[in-house]
């Protein structure tokens, strides 16, 4: 099992940057595909962003169009999603995820483990 903690949510203008990383518990971090997903007020959670185990294929939400890359550093156990150029529909509690899926994968079943989600505001 592995715990997971995001941070770096918060308040930025429209326009504006952020980074969101998602620390996990266990140095088998490596042996997770890992997603980042969000969920705005009265709307279903949803896919935006994952990585394959090694970094190496990466896979987008349609909406990110060149604006979040996602990234991991397996020494450090850290899961990234930088933000560019946010917009007010962009507000939502982003949450990280773990899948023992075996391949990359946007299907919100394939993830085994969660973490408690961090708050993205974009103001206008």
């Known amino acids: 099992q592995v715990q997971l903690v995001e941070s770096g949510g918060g308040l930025v203008q429209a326009g504006g940057s952020l980074r969101l990383s998602c620390a996990a518990s266990?140095?088998?971090?490596?042996?997770?595909?890992m997603g980042w997903f969000r969920q705005a007020p009265g709307k279903e959670r949803g896919f935006v962003a994952a990585?394959?185990?090694?970094?190496?294929?990466?896979f987008n939400a349609d909406f990110v169009k060149g604006r979040f890359t996602v990234s991991r550093d397996n020494a450090k156990n850290t899961l990234y999603l930088e933000m560019i150029s946010l917009k007010p529909e962009d507000t939502a509690v982003y949450y990280c995820?773990?899948?023992?899926?075996?391949?990359?994968?946007?299907?919100?079943?394939?993830?085994?483990?969660w973490g408690q989600g961090t708050q993205v505001t974009v103001s206008s």
């Open positions: 995820a773990a899948s023992e899926y075996p391949s990359i994968t946007s299907s919100r079943d394939d993830y085994d483990y």
């Open positions: 266990r140095r088998a971090f490596s042996s997770y595909v």
């Open positions: 990585i394959s185990r090694n970094g190496g294929r990466k």
